[in-house]
Nanobody, 122 residues
Framework: QVRLLESGGGSVQAGGSLRLSCAASVYTCELMAWFRQSPGTEREGLGAILTEYGNTFYADSVKGRFTISQDNADHTLNLQMNNLKPEDTAMYYC?????????????????WGQGTQVTVSS
């Protein structure tokens, strides 16, 4: 069982930055990712990282603005978000998958955090 706990959400004006963190109880999953979801929309994959090799993948909607990183020693996954836009407003979730598969599909992941809210005002 892997427990994930997100932190770092909050309110920011458009153009600002936030850094989200996800603390994992154990860091044994091959793939970890960030998703977001707004009311009435499907959960959207933002990016993922292969925990052993450090390879990262991003959705086009956030490429160049968001950066995923990991700290294996602290069992932490991070999401640096720059140049935030009002449309980035959502609940942000950390997810972990035991095996590598399609990183952008929510059903790839076995473990989810409870989420942290990000609100971007214009």
């Amino acid at each position: 069982q892997v427990r994930l706990l997100e932190s770092g959400g909050g309110s920011v004006q458009a153009g600002g930055s936030l850094r989200l963190s996800c603390a994992a109880s154990v860091y044994t999953c091959e793939l970890m990712a960030w998703f977001r979801q707004s009311p009435g929309t499907e959960r959207e994959g933002l990016g993922a990282i292969l925990t052993e090799y450090g390879n990262t993948f991003y959705a086009d909607s956030v490429k160049g603005r968001f950066t995923i990183s990991q700290d294996n020693a602290d069992h932490t996954l991070n999401l640096q978000m720059n140049n935030l836009k009002p449309e980035d407003t959502a609940m942000y979730y950390c997810a972990a998958a035991q095996k590598v598969s399609a990183w952008f599909r929510p059903d790839t992941y076995h473990y989810w955090g409870q989420g942290t809210q990000v609100t971007v005002s214009s």
